[in-house]
């Protein structure tokens, strides 16, 4: 899908849970009839593409059944690609995947790697969607036990150059490839932050990197006192996004789109003046 590999600037990926118990905006999208209308809420407020799951990944969450996950998303996402928004679809489920590819999702986002199902990668490689691969340990309901390392850029690096060549092995062409550090998934807080901090490092892998940073609870560490903390969350993602497609990122997950959208174009305005000048200089 054109949109995924041609904008010239971050893209804004919009979340759209249709979970009854995701942290930060369980049950708000779980009608088939809600969900879409907030998809193209979504778009209208500048996400370039919307990222549908059915299955909440916060700490702690027990797996939701497969024929549930089907029963949400996949509705959600046949009525989304017939108003022509460019979709992803949040799964670890093979099943799941192959299922919303037919109804016309353009990426799977598998915050495992592939690591759930072994299914996953042949799936995806037959069917020649793009594929995020994100850093991950275990299942939520063990991830809080699992957030030890030696040294979280060079561990996550390692795993994720792994999973890399597990996805090309498996025939994924390498220019479908997406990266994430997984921000949140068996991360301390200040995991989260190294991890931002280190995308010159994420980018020596050689493919776009995706950044999930929005409404996550470290970003409590940067709170300025606001009586409201889901604001706080939302701006501090805002002020994220910026710094992350001026540092290269190729998307942002975010559950409000229209700061971020804003912040993608300031970076990418900065970035064609910089570039023009490069030469005189
Ligand atoms: N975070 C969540 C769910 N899916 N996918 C990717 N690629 N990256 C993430 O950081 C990520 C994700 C959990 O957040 P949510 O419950 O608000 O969707």
């Known amino acids: 899908m054109k949109v995924l590999t041609s904008s010239g ?13 995701s942290f930060s905006d369980g049950g708000r999208w779980f009608t088939t009839g809600r969900a ?50 460019p979709i992803s679809v949040d799964t670890m489920r093979a099943s799941v995947a192959e299922a919303a590819i037919e109804r016309g999702a353009a990426l799977i986002n598998d915050v495992s790697g592939g690591l759930a199902d072994p299914r996953m990668l042949p799936v995806v490689a037959s069917a020649r969607v793009h594929y995020v691969v994100m850093h991950w340990r275990a299942h939520s309901a063990h991830m809080d036990r699992m957030s030890r390392y030696s ?38 807080s200040h995991h989260n932050w190294e991890l931002l901090a280190a995308m010159p490092k994420l980018q020596t892998l050689g493919v776009p990197v995706l950044v999930g940073a929005s409404r996550k609870r470290f970003l409590d560490a940067v709170r300025t006192g606001s009586p409201d903390e889901s604001v706080e969350r939302d701006d501090a993602t805002a002020a994220i996004t910026a710094l992350a497609a001026a540092g290269g990122a190729w998307a942002v997950r975010v559950h409000e789109p229209g700061a971020s959208a804003c912040a993608v174009r300031v970076a990418a305005r900065l970035d064609a003046i910089r570039c023009q000048r490069l030469p005189s200089e």
């Open 9 to 21: 600037r971050c893209l804004v990926m919009g979340i759209l849970n249709v979970t009854p118990d």
């Open 36 to 85: 879409v209308s907030h998809g193209l809420e979504l778009v209208r407020a500048g996400a370039d593409l919307v990222d549908v799951g059915g299955e909440s990944t916060r700490p702690e969450a027990h797996r939701t059944p497969e024929v549930e996950e089907m029963r949400r998303v996949l509705p959600v996402v046949e009525r989304l690609a017939h108003e022509h928004v």
């Open 151 to 188: 040294d979280v850029v060079t561990d996550v690096v390692d795993h994720l150059e792994r999973r890399l060549e597990a996805a090309t092995r498996a025939g994924i062409a390498p220019d479908r490839l997406i990266i994430d550090p997984g921000l949140g998934f068996a991360k301390r």
